[in-house]
């Protein structure tokens, strides 16, 4: 059973188990990409509803089966992640849970492995409907997963929105670097001493789910590539996607000095703190995680754009619904380089 199934990671979850031989039902409110995986048995449920469209009036054939495999990536109200272990409990074989390491409470130093103390708590939410910051979610949903079960996997995922770019009028998200690079021309990036990026290939984090369903591998993981140079994926971004007219590699400052922030701004590159793009991932590594290459990533990023825009229309912005928004732009790009190269004259 995934829950969901047709949004975000949804569908690649969907994809990886339908091809390694499982039978697979989803459970979802029915609203998301309706027309995805319209051929697999489907139980409606609004997992944020506690009257008749929620967990407790799921038809009986589904809340009475025993279902092998449970894979769950909610990430809004944590209560809606405990009121399903209670009314399944016994019902299933393994539980997975997507996180993310933002339930660690502190990133001050590199290579955090997975027994580092989380975000502390505040008192438990006893509604659906009592919201928190997004860490602050995930961290309750683990600790509402530990108090109830032992048979679970912990998916600690890394870096799958920094990628992401805005485009005026539109809330969904491309990723922001294999965009740049196929548009071409002359690109700006970052060049920051000792500038590494770390990221989950969503690919290889769904075929970790099945290996640790096929090998009852249980516990909490990082999941993401090992700390790459940032120079590195530029190369990987070169392989796919042809050399550029010209790339500028720009001093980090100097981009922070004309309002190019880091992180938001500048995807994958966040100085502070310090352990932000180097997370230790061997944990999962020895437990089987096999991270494909980048440059496969890459070009399935690529691809699923092109599929999206064949038009190739997704323009990079400031204006998101008529407000004023520090996101990379072109008019800024340009800007920032013609003052870098009348300082380097």
């Not at 449920?45 to 506690?50: G, H, I, L, S």
């Not at 997975?96 to 660690?104: P, Q």
């Not at 860490?135 to 600690?156: G, H, L, V």
């Not at 990026?197 to 590539?225: P, R, W």
Request: net charge positive; aromatic share 12%; charged share 25%.
């Amino acid at each position: 059973m995934i829950l969901g199934g047709r949004g975000f990671l949804g569908p690649s979850i969907v994809e990886t188990f339908l091809k390694s031989g499982y039978d697979v039902t989803l459970l979802n409110r029915g609203k998301t990409n309706i027309h995805l995986f319209s051929n697999l048995p489907i139980t409606i449920c609004d997992r944020e509803q506690e009257n008749k469209q929620g967990l407790k009036n799921i038809d009986k054939i589904y809340k009475e089966s025993y279902w092998d495999i449970v894979v769950d990536t909610w990430q809004k109200s944590p209560k809606a992640v405990s009121d399903f272990l209670e009314e399944f409990k016994g019902r299933f074989g393994h539980y997975h849970y997507i996180s993310t390491v933002s339930v660690y409470d502190k990133w001050d130093k590199k290579f955090i492995e997975e027994t580092e103390p989380l975000n502390p708590l505040p008192k438990s939410p006893k509604t659906i409907s009592e919201d928190f910051r997004y860490a602050i979610r995930k961290t309750f949903a683990e600790e509402a997963i530990r108090e109830r079960i032992s048979n679970f996997t912990i998916y600690r995922s890394h870096g799958m929105k920094d990628f992401r770019i805005t485009r005026p009028n539109d809330p969904n998200a491309e990723p922001f670097w294999p965009i740049r690079f196929y548009k071409g021309g002359e690109i700006m990036v970052p060049n920051v001493h000792n500038h590494h990026m770390q990221v989950t290939d969503v690919k290889s984090l769904t075929n970790f789910i099945v290996h640790c369903s096929e090998t009852a591998t249980f516990g909490s993981f990082n999941v993401a590539y090992n700390p790459t140079p940032f120079k590195d994926y530029v190369s990987s971004l070169i392989h796919v996607t042809g050399m550029p007219k010209k790339i500028h590699w720009i001093n980090g400052d100097f981009l922070i000095k004309h309002g190019l922030l880091p992180y938001k701004i500048i995807p994958l590159w966040k100085p502070k703190p310090v352990g932000s793009y180097y997370f230790n991932v061997q944990k999962a590594v020895q437990a089987g995680l096999v991270n494909r290459p980048m440059v496969e990533m890459i070009t399935d990023q690529l691809e699923g754009y092109k599929i999206r825009h064949p038009k190739d229309d997704v323009s990079f912005g400031e204006v998101m619904e008529g407000k004023q928004i520090k996101y990379y732009s072109i008019n800024k790009e340009k800007e920032v380089i013609n003052k870098w190269l009348e300082i380097s004259k």
